[in-house]
Structure formats: structure tokens, C-alpha cells
DNA sequence: GACCTGCTGCGGGTTG
């Protein structure tokens, strides 16, 4: 009775257009998030998170208490909506416009494909609702500097969506800088929404939409967030809202598959005759296995990667047409063709016709493609955070969420490495699928400093006001709480001086810095609006049809037969001039290479294998295979008594049984490299070369020495290293900075120095 | 040993 008297109340408080729409569509009640969020919001007087999965109502709890807000304000008021995907955009302008047209609110669609007409309009009356992209913002701040303050001047709210796929990257940090440089130049704090999946640690999104007031905020608000008996924290600066209807069941299978071996000798030359490979027969198998169970309903499939994408969709569809039965299975990834994609998303969204799509992490965010049954995971997945999103796919109509595993091993022979005795893919798949079940998921990385991104901002502010002081910038970019405060003005001042040398800033003899030659045309050119690299791509093109694309390093020749968009193709023409790549329809072929670095990895999930590989239970959800798979790791791992050991010698090289993170392990590695030691990274371990002069007892010797050591400072430890760039702007810094910027996103030295510490007991014994 | 995202202003031509 209490429940449905307060949520008339908050009902009330909407605007009456509001209420109207809300009948209008039939909806009964309101969603627990809604409820929450409504009051909350309606004040405009804070920043607030909302955390639901998709399609818990998180759009509407946000918009309909701040267009409630716009319609009871006396004079035009703007909110601003910022999405990470064009098609979300697409998405959400359609909902809302529907919505608006009813209260007479403007709705503004602004990014890359939106006509310079349409934004001109905009401008004209800067009110309603704009839905816009970080890169179309950073280029209204570069390009319309001077009129910021007064488009902005009426900003009731920012409302950022899938808040979770911007924190700890470069994007993340850009939005950050560009809220911040539009406050400033308002003069005064815009109240910030924030929507995102529910994290582990929902502390670090209230502190990456509000720096500096987020973590404060958590502690104060666990002592006034009781009232209402929810997640809520109302008491801090940043609100958090979490949604209580994260609640499905979830049915697991877990499958283990193993890769045959190849015969050590071609048994022929005639390439006609020419085996197939062991990725090829594994994945045909799976595909058998997956065919079977799939069909007939909806559902997604997640490889890994592009390649395997494109390997499925043709095995399937083959295996469709084998039987005289229509294509069921829909190839999605970043590559192909928005066309082909939108074909894919139709599919899954057609209920009266069964569709399966094979593909990347371009369906993990909230595109609107509906609930599907199930979710395959062939191979393990890049994450349990990643793992969880896919799994949000899933689950229609209050079903089970439903999780097919695949996991793939190779024979047990001679050769077997360490990885395949300890059968790492299936006990980390595991170990995976039981921190998710805990509702444990990775935190994202905090620490990182990200200067190329900084490097971004000082041009764009300098473009922003036509020319600034050194002072300006360091007070309106890293002086706390800014998004880069945790740079130091002696490292900001270095940066300036090596952006000098480089020719992208100048300065003039009052002082003023302006861009220089380099920087006015970068600047000036619209690939600087991204903060992110992208590789240089070839389109692929049929019959005037285009496909998509492919990396311009994967080598092509002409006659090659390729797969793509999940049908075969043989290359007819290569058009370097215009990177085009002609193709026209064939038989038989392979998957295109493309090109990626790899994931990191948790600490957590490292000790959750450990765990797994020392204890006695055999989770239910694992079938006869993999249990054997388990079963052989557990064997091998007490054969080898690896419950005792930190080093295991391995004939010419010696494995650190550290179970620490990829970023903990690479600390370590570099720490070994400084002094002299040949290492690299082996999954949970660290590899390092045995030589005359490192035996067993030697390297015991150097990892007491390194723990009993304080850390290096970070340019002896990355002397050795070559190769650091990784992000857009890094070409631009200084080696120090480039160090700098390095260490603070791929090593944890306080893990591994502490890890080392911990050790040193062990480490004295020596045998 | 992976994946994903995004992008302006202007000049010149045509049409109503």
C-alpha cells in the first residue's frame, strides 16, 4: 500500500504532457528505477547515476523528470544528451521525438551523418533536447569557441548513456574535459545524469561523472541513503540509483571440445588435396554443435573476434543451405557494412522468423535488437564485466538468461606446454563463469594519466579561445578537481615545451600560447575531433555494393579467395589510389586476418583459477569434457606440485608462478628486464630465459633483491623498452612522458612490488 | 593475444 501511495506521489510530480504519454502508452506503473529517480532529478539540484541493465527504463527515468523540469521552467532550457554510438542517437530521437512533439520540445539530432543545415537550425534557438557525440562536441568546441558560452548558456542537465563504456579510456576522459571546459565557460555546474550498467564498484562512476566529489559523495550518502530501504546514496554530492530489478535466473553449459592434431608431415602437395587445418575441423564441429542447439529460435554467438565471425556465419549458413532450410545465421562486426549490419539487427528483431547473430562486442551496448534465448561464448570470454553484458542479451519475458560455453583444447602430447597441461582456456572460462555468478566483475583502471589525451585538449582550448596562457591551462585542464589533475605542473610544463619543439604550439611575446604551423593544420582537419587512433582500411566492394572493410596492412592479392560478411569472395581488382578492394562471388575461401591486441587480465580471475585448480568441486555446469579438462589440470597441477612452487623449471626457461593480473605480471617483467633478465609473459606467469649465468638459485637471488629494493624510478625500469606508443598523441611526448604515460596504464608496480614482498619467505629456501 | 567508437567547412555545380 506504501509502495503504490509513494508512486502516485512521484507520478504526480511529473508534468501533465508526461503523465499523458504515460497513459497514452498503457503503462500501468512505473519501473522501480523511475520511481527512484524522478524526485531526485525533478530538483536538478545534483548529479546523478543510474544503474540498471538494458532496458530497465533508464532513458525515460532520466528524461521524464527532466522534461517535466524544462516544461515548468518559465524560459527555453537545453539538456544535453551525449551517446557513444550514432546509432544510438538514431535510437533514442525516434523514442523521444514522439514524446516531445506532445510537449512541444524540439529534439536535435547532431552528429557526422546530421546535415549542416539541420544544426544550423539548432544554433539559431540553442533549447529542447540535443543528442550529440563527444567528437561532434569537441568539434563544436574547436570550431565555434567563441560561441560556447552562449549555446550552453540555458543547460538544465548533461545526461551521459552507457556511462560505462566511456570510464578509464581515452573517450572517457575526453567527455570528462569536455563537460569541465563547458561549465567553465557557462560559469557555473550543470547537473549530471549519468546511465550505465551496474559495475562492480559503483563509486568509480560517480567519481568519473563528478571528479573529485564521487568517492566523497559514496561515504557520506551510506548514512543518509537508509530512509527508503534501497541502494540509494543520497546523501554526497553524486546520487547513486541502483536498480533492484537485476534479479534473472540463469541457466549455464559449459562444453569442452578437443583440437585435433596435425600431421607432423603435409601427406600431399597437391594443394587441392590439401588437409584442413585444426581450427578449421574444431570450429566445423562446433558449428555442428551449435547448428543443433541455436535453431529455431533467436539468439547470439560471440567468438572473439572478426575472423571467427566470419569463419561461423559460412560454416552455419552451410550447413542451412545443406539441408535446404533458409539462413538463420547473421554476421555483425565493426568491419562490416552499415547496411548489412542494419540487415542483422532486423533479423533479431523480427519475432515471427528465427535469427541467430555471429558476432563481436558491437552488440555488447544498447543498440534495441530485443531480449534473445541464448548466448553462445565460444572460447573465453575477454572478461566477466564483458561476459555480464552479453549475458544482459538474454532472457525473454521473465526466462532464464541461458550461457552456452565452448571450450577448445589441444591434445595432451609430448609437446604439451605448460598452458595446455593446466588447461588455462577451460579453467579460466570457469573460473569466469563463477565470479559472475558471485556478481563479481572487473573494476575499470583508475590510475591512468592519459596524456595523449591531454595533448588533444591543450590544442582544442587553445582553439577554443583563439590563443591562452601556459597558466589558463594548467588551472583549467590538471588543477584539481579538473579530469587531469593528476598530472603535476612540472610534467604539464614539459609537455607545453616538448609540444613546442614539435611545432604544434608556439608562443607569442606577451606570453600567450597559440597553435603553431603543425597544430593549426591538425587542428583544422576533421580527423582530430576523435581522441582514439584508427587504423587505415581498404573498402570492399561488390558488383558497386559496399561490404565493408579490412585493414590495410593484411596483405591481398589479386585471385585471392576471401570470406567476408559471411559468404566467400574471390579479389578481382585492388585499387591502391582509392584503397578499394573489387571482389565478386566464388567458392570456398578463408576468414581475413585482422589485427588487435590483446586483453588483460584480473588478478581476481587469475586467483579464482588457482583456486579452481587446487580445490575438489566440479561445477555442475561443466559437461563430460570439460570435467575431464578440469580434471587433467587438476592431475598435472599436483604432479607438478605447483601449490608450493614460485618457480618451475621448464628445460630452457624457467616459469614466476605469480597468478597476478597481466598488468601486475608485465611490472614484474619490466622490473627483471631493468636488471639484465631476459623475460616475457606467459598468461598467469612470467617466462624468463634460462642462461649461464641465470640458473634456478639466480633468479630466486635477483627476485629477493627486487623486493627488497624500493621500486625504480619509471625511466630506468622502461629503459630497455621499445615500442610504447599506443595512443594518438603519444608520437608527440617526450620518452619520460611517454614512460610516464605507459606505466600508468599497463603496469600495477604496487601489486607486483607488493607480490614480490610477500614471497621473499619462500624465495630464501632454495630447491 | 580482442573488440569498438567518431569526424568539418567549403567550393562548385544544379535546380526551382
Not at 159 to 171: K, M, Q, S
Not at 532 to 549: A, D
Amino acid at each position: 500500500m506504501t509502495a503504490s501511495h509513494s508512486e502516485t506521489a512521484v507520478f504526480d510530480l511529473l508534468d501533465r504532457g508526461i503523465q499523458q504519454f504515460i497513459w497514452q502508452q498503457n503503462w500501468h506503473e512505473l519501473r522501480d528505477i523511475q520511481g527512484q529517480a524522478i524526485p531526485l532529478i525533478l530538483k536538478a539540484d545534483r548529479d546523478v547515476i543510474l544503474a540498471a541493465p538494458t532496458a530497465a527504463g533508464k532513458t525515460e527515468a532520466a528524461f521524464f523528470p527532466a522534461l517535466s523540469h524544462l516544461c515548468q521552467s518559465p524560459t527555453p532550457r537545453l539538456i544535453v544528451y551525449i551517446s557513444p554510438l550514432k546509432a544510438l542517437i538514431n535510437d533514442q530521437f525516434g523514442r523521444l521525438e514522439i514524446l516531445c512533439e506532445q510537449l512541444d520540445i524540439p529534439v536535435w539530432p547532431w552528429h557526422g551523418d546530421i546535415s549542416a543545415s539541420r544544426k544550423q537550425k539548432f544554433l539559431a534557438h540553442p533549447a529542447g533536447v540535443l543528442l550529440i557525440t563527444p567528437e561532434a562536441l569537441e568539434a563544436m568546441m574547436c570550431g565555434r569557441g567563441s560561441a560556447v558560452a552562449k549555446i550552453f548558456a540555458n543547460t538544465a542537465y548533461f545526461v551521459v548513456d552507457e556511462l560505462h563504456a566511456f570510464i578509464g579510456n581515452p573517450r572517457g576522459k575526453q567527455l570528462q574535459s569536455l563537460l569541465h571546459r563547458i561549465e567553465r565557460a557557462m560559469g557555473r555546474q550543470v547537473p549530471r545524469i549519468g546511465l550505465s550498467a551496474t559495475m562492480g564498484d559503483m563509486r568509480l562512476a560517480a567519481e568519473f561523472i563528478r571528479p573529485g566529489q564521487g568517492e566523497a559523495g559514496q561515504e557520506a550518502g551510506q548514512e543518509a541513503g537508509q530512509e527508503a530501504g534501497q541502494e540509494a546514496n543520497q546523501g554526497g554530492r553524486v546520487a547513486l540509483l541502483t536498480s533492484k530489478s537485476d534479479q534473472t535466473d540463469l541457466k549455464i553449459a559449459i562444453k569442452g571440445f578437443l583440437k585435433p592434431t596435425p600431421p607432423p608431415v603435409p601427406p600431399s602437395k597437391d594443394k587441392n588435396a590439401e588437409e584442413e587445418e585444426p581450427d578449421q575441423i574444431i570450429a566445423r564441429q562446433i558449428a555442428a554443435h551449435l547448428f543443433q542447439t541455436l535453431r529455431g529460435h533467436h539468439n547470439l554467438v560471440f567468438p572473439n573476434a572478426r575472423r571467427e565471425v566470419e569463419r561461423y556465419t559460412l560454416l552455419l549458413n552451410d550447413l542451412c543451405d545443406s539441408l535446404g532450410i533458409a539462413k538463420e545465421f547473421w554476421p555483425h562486426h565493426g568491419n562490416l557494412a552499415k547496411e548489412i549490419r542494419t540487415d542483422t539487427e532486423i533479423a533479431l528483431k523480427q519475432s515471427d522468423r528465427a535469427a541467430t547473430a555471429i558476432c563481436t562486442n558491437t552488440l555488447e551496448l544498447g543498440l534495441d535488437i530485443g531480449r534473445v534465448r541464448a548466448i553462445a561464448q565460444v572460447g573465453v570470454p575477454p572478461g566477466v564485466a564483458s561476459l555480464r553484458q552479453r549475458l544482459g542479451r538474454s532472457g525473454r519475458r521473465g526466462e532464464a538468461a541461458i550461457l552456452y560455453g565452448y571450450a577448445i583444447e589441444e591434445a595432451l602430447d609430448a609437446e604439451a606446454s605448460l598452458a595446455t597441461l593446466l588447461r588455462l582456456g577451460t579453467v579460466q572460462m570457469t573460473a569466469m563463469v563463477l565470479l559472475l555468478i558471485e556478481k563479481w566483475v572487473e573494476p575499470p583502471r583508475a590510475s591512468n594519466l592519459h596524456l595523449s589525451t591531454l595533448v588533444q585538449q591543450i590544442l582544442s582550448v587553445i582553439a577554443q579561445y583563439g590563443g591562452t596562457t601556459a597558466r589558463q591551462l594548467f588551472s583549467l585542464l590538471c588543477a584539481a578537481p579538473a579530469p587531469f589533475h593528476a598530472v603535476s605542473q612540472a610534467v604539464f610544463m614539459n609537455l607545453l615545451r616538448q609540444l613546442g619543439e614539435q611545432e604544434l604550439i608556439t608562443q607569442d611575446p606577451s606570453g600567450l600560447l597559440l597553435l603553431g604551423e603543425k597544430g593549426e593544420k591538425m587542428v583544422n582537419h576533421y580527423t582530430f575531433y576523435a581522441a582514439f587512433t584508427s587504423e587505415e582500411e581498404f573498402r570492399v566492394i561488390s558488383g558497386g555494393k559496399n561490404l565493408g572493410s579490412l585493414p590495410i596492412s593484411q596483405m591481398v592479392t589479386v585471385d585471392q579467395l576471401i570470406i567476408f560478411a559471411g559468404k566467400t569472395w574471390r579479389v578481382d581488382e585492388i585499387d591502391d589510389s582509392h584503397k578499394a578492394l573489387y571482389v565478386s562471388p566464388a567458392r570456398g575461401a578463408m576468414p581475413p586476418i585482422f589485427n588487435g591486441a590483446g586483453c588483460r587480465v584480473h588478478t581476481r580471475v587469475r586467483q579464482k583459477m588457482r583456486q579452481l585448480l587446487e580445490g575438489d568441486d566440479v561445477p555442475s555446469f561443466l559437461d563430460p569434457t570439460a570435467r575431464r579438462f578440469l580434471a587433467e589440470a587438476r592431475e598435472a597441477y599436483r604432479r607438478g606440485g605447483l601449490a608450493d612452487k614460485i618457480i618451475l623449471d621448464q628445460g630452457r626457461e624457467m616459469m614466476i608462478l605469480t597468478w597476478l593480473s597481466d598488468d601486475a605480471n608485465e611490472a614484474i617483467l619490466c622490473l627483471l628486464a631493468a636488471s639484465g633478465v631476459k623475460a616475457a609473459l606467459a598468461g598467469p606467469f612470467v617466462a624468463v630465459q634460462k642462461s649461464p649465468d641465470l640458473n634456478e638459485e639466480g633468479l630466486r637471488r635477483r627476485l629477493r633483491a627486487l623486493a627488497a629494493a624500493p621500486l625504480p624510478p619509471i625511466p630506468q625500469l622502461l629503459a630497455p623498452a621499445k615500442n610504447l606508443l599506443r595512443e594518438k598523441w603519444d608520437w608527440a611526448l617526450s620518452r619520460d612522458a611517454l614512460q610516464a604515460s605507459y606505466a600508468s596504464q599497463f603496469l600495477d608496480l604496487t601489486e607486483a612490488h607488493g607480490w614480490l614482498k610477500s614471497q621473499t619467505a619462500f624465495l630464501g629456501n632454495s630447491g
